[in-house]
């Protein structure tokens, strides 16, 4: 008999926004640095990724804006829900990010947040560029297309 994992429950939480407003250029994953109620509600999966942005200061980088509702089950021990939280990457990741992100037109987006086979919380950040308006209607087009061909297939 398989070995039961405590962790079986699937958290993958995306950005959808995120994809149709910046084109990414490179993808990283990165650790988070949580409260111990962060991590359990991230767990019943309250988290919303829509407003999140990512930001350096003193060369570390920080997310804002990343709303992980308060935890149901505490009682004064909760957390703030958007507070500023803190992104753990390795250093030439750090380093590279930075100076691709003191280009112009660059920013650092938060595309999905997940829980890994550890049990710890991650998230996924890309290295975008923003969209004009034609290649929205571009990105919706072949969303359309990709749509017909699925319909065709069945």
């Given at each position: 008999m398989a070995k039961k994992n405590k962790f079986d429950k699937i958290i993958n939480i995306r950005n959808k926004k995120a994809s149709f407003e910046f084109e990414f250029l490179d993808k990283f994953v990165a650790g988070l640095a949580l409260m111990g109620t962060e991590i359990k509600s991230i767990r019943e999966g309250k988290v919303?990724?829509?407003?999140a942005y990512c930001y350096f200061r003193k060369g570390e980088l920080y997310i804002?804006?990343?709303?992980?509702?308060?935890?149901?089950?505490?009682?004064?021990?909760?957390?703030?829900?958007?507070?500023?939280?803190?992104?753990?990457?390795?250093?030439?990741?750090?380093?590279?990010?930075?100076?691709?992100?003191?280009?112009?037109?660059?920013?650092?987006?938060?595309?999905?947040?997940?829980i890994n086979d550890r049990g710890l919380a991650k998230l996924?950040?890309?290295?975008?560029?923003?969209?004009?308006?034609?290649?929205?209607?571009?990105?919706?087009?072949?969303?359309?297309?990709k749509r017909d061909l699925q319909r065709v297939a069945y």
């Open positions: 919303s990724l829509t407003e804002k804006q990343m709303h992980i509702a308060p935890y149901s089950q505490a009682a004064h021990f909760n957390h703030d829900a958007v507070r500023e939280r803190k992104l753990l990457l390795q250093k030439q990741e750090l380093k590279k990010l930075e100076n691709k992100f003191a280009e112009k037109g660059l920013s650092i987006v938060p595309v999905r947040i997940f996924e950040i890309a290295l975008a560029k923003g969209k004009k308006i034609h290649d929205k209607r571009q990105s919706i087009k072949e969303k359309d297309a």
